[in-house]
């Protein structure tokens, strides 16, 4: 009885959120600072080119999408976000779902680091860039791999008006890292962030800063007394 009661005692506390192993979309668009930008990734499964799925479990599509984007309009206030997926049509239909949240195709394009998929508009950047102005999205997030071995890529996606993210494992380079914000890509996804500080200021808060001074001179401006 007596373990039994600090057995009890010990996972009392399990059904609290900061106790689950991961935390809610909605948790943490409510334990955020506002001025960090979330890039929300869709998971969806993928057919592979050798027949075989990426993944197994599924539920019903709209169903899924329905209940993300609900709590994203919810939730979000106004941070700044974009939904990104390697699901075409997972895509297209955040595109025509709403018109709030700006929308990036993931490809992993011509990798020898994964296996592709059978889906022809995952098969390449080209391809990706087609299929992005197509479905009236913003842009592509690529892997990295592809920009090294062709940095005339980056120039294409600008040529077709997309933005163009980047994701992979050379991303993790400092050097790497500089050399994407020279070709021009407009982000740059890498890990450990905190190992890769630098001396600019958040974007989103020189935004800010910025919207809010212009607010205070014309506050200063209208209260001054007129001649």
Known sequence: MKNDAS?????VHDD?????????????????????????????????????????????INLYLDVILKTLLENAAGRRIVISCFHPDICTMLRLKQNKYPVLFLTQGQ??????????????????????RSAGILGID????????????????KDAKLVMFCWGEDN?????????KNLGLDGVIYDRIDEHKTDKENVFLVETKARNAVIERTRDGDEQPSS
Request: aromatic fraction near 8%.
């Open 7 to 11: 057995a009890s005692r010990t996972f």
């Open 16 to 60: 609290h959120e900061d106790s689950q192993p991961f935390p809610t979309l909605k948790h943490a668009l409510e334990s955020v600072d506002i001025h960090v930008g979330f890039n929300v990734e869709i998971k969806w499964n993928l057919q592979r080119k050798d027949g075989t799925q990426e993944l197994s479990a599924q539920m019903e």
């Open 111 to 132: 990798s020898k680091k994964y296996a592709p998929y059978f889906d022809p508009r995952t098969s390449s950047i080209p391809m990706a860039i087609h299929f992005a």
């Open 142 to 157: 690529v892997h990295t791999e592809d920009i090294l071995v062709d940095t005339t890529l980056v120039q294409l996606c």
């Open 172 to 180: 993790n380079d400092p050097k790497v890292i500089e050399q994407l």
